[in-house]
């Protein structure tokens, strides 16, 4: 039985269907079908009923599935000793951060947490949230700060923070006049749009609901593009409160006709085992 066989059953478990399955592992679906194959002939049976629905678990797979996730827990677990062992009883920690999230509060958490913990080896590492919980699953991270809806069955979800969303411009700006903006102020204004935004969705259903549209010059998935444009007055950007830099350029104010937030939370995969260390910087964000 080879470690990628188990990570492959694991990873079929999960999606409910082999492509999906291949594309999460970022290996082909006929190696992905193959693999599935010599584990079944080495455990003497079928482990899935592929139907058009997915598939599903045969008695055989619910059977060996809590074994093999067992094995695949401490391989992972086996690894991440092994590495702090090489590197001089150092400590690791790989944190995932959603391209998304501002880096006030995590990094003033993470530089509390290493005062605490001066051995501790942080690696941050910015991305899709989508690909980083692919990593986490696979153990290149202990945890992934995001907003995201993720299962509570395949995850950890520990609540770190929420946080309101703001309207960002030069101080030299029209709407930087007014203690609270409008949807309607906002319809009027040329927007700086941030593609890969959570709310943002929601923001243009609601402002499309009350008859406006909101219309952008530039649009980057960018935050730090979108602030140096702000500050060169090309227009308005809405950016969660812990993005928005404190910059004597710019001013912020709050929509007052729509009340948009988020959540914050830090995710640990189930079925990796959770180190100490990783517990404790959880603890930390969370402090705020």
Partial sequence: MEMNQVRYFLAVCEHHNF????SASNVSQPSLTTAIKKL???LGGALFIRDRAGCRLTPLGQLVKPRLERVYA??????????????????PIGIGIGDTVGNNKIATAVERFRERLPQAEIELIVGRTEDLLSKLRDG???????????????????????????VVVKKDHDLAKLD????????????????????????????????????????????????????????????PETAIPNDIALTTMPIEDM?????IVALRYRHQATRPEADELVKEMARG
């Fill in 40 to 42: 079944e002939d080495e």
């Fill in 180 to 239: 609270a903006v409008t949807l309607c102020d906002l319809a009027k204004t040329t927007m700086l749009d941030r593609p890969n935004c959570e709310m943002r969705d929601t923001l243009h259903a609601t402002c499309s609901d009350l008859g406006h549209s909101l219309y952008a010059s530039y649009r980057s998935n960018r935050v730090d593009w979108l602030i140096d444009l702000a500050r060169q007055g090309s227009g308005a950007v809405i950016l």
């Fill in 74 to 91: 401490e391989t992972l677990e086996a690894k991440a000793e092994a590495v702090r062992h090489t590197r001089l009883e150092r400590v």
């Fill in 140 to 166: 290149l991270l202990d945890v992934v700060v995001a907003s995201t809806d993720a299962s509570p069955d395949l995850y950890r979800i520990d609540h770190l923070y929420d946080e309101q969303y703001r």
């Fill in 19 to 22: 492509t999906h399955a291949a």
């Fill in 259 to 263: 009340h948009i937030q988020r959540d």
